[in-house]
């Protein structure tokens, strides 16, 4: 499996970002994808998950709640972000992550860099 991301940015605070992961190769038991991100001297954190099959449930942390919003392309096996009213404390690496039933890991893309500027 290969996942590909959009490329992020440098975006003003409170400005809008969108970001899109391509899954690829054997894409089958997706159970769900999503993004996390990884500041600066913090661990990495969930952002969102969303499932594949199963009406599309999504799983926001706290902090992105009603300023991020995912999407699932099933057919174009894609997954995206938007990103609205970004804030400074967003900045990170962000990660696409495919997770497949029955495997021992999760697959992860190479990670992209948004900056929020103040």
């Known amino acids: 499996v290969q996942l590909q991301a959009s490329r992020g940015g440098l975006v003003q605070a409170g400005g809008s970002l969108r970001l899109s992961c391509a899954a690829s190769?054997?894409?089958?038991?997706?159970?769900?994808m999503g993004w996390y991100r990884q500041a600066p001297g913090k661990p990495r954190e969930l952002v969102v998950t969303?499932?594949?099959?199963?009406?599309?449930?999504?799983n926001y942390a706290d902090s992105v709640k009603g300023r991020f919003t995912t999407s699932r392309d099933n057919a174009k096996n894609t997954v995206s972000l938007q990103m609205n009213s970004l804030k400074p404390e967003d900045t990170a690496v962000y990660y696409c992550?495919?997770?497949?039933?029955?495997?021992?890991?999760?697959?992860w893309g190479q990670g992209t860099l948004v900056t929020v500027s103040s």
């Open positions: 969303i499932t594949i099959n199963s009406g599309g449930t999504s």
């Open positions: 992550k495919l997770r497949r039933l029955g495997d021992r890991s999760d697959y």
């Open positions: 190769g054997r894409l089958f038991r997706i159970n769900d």
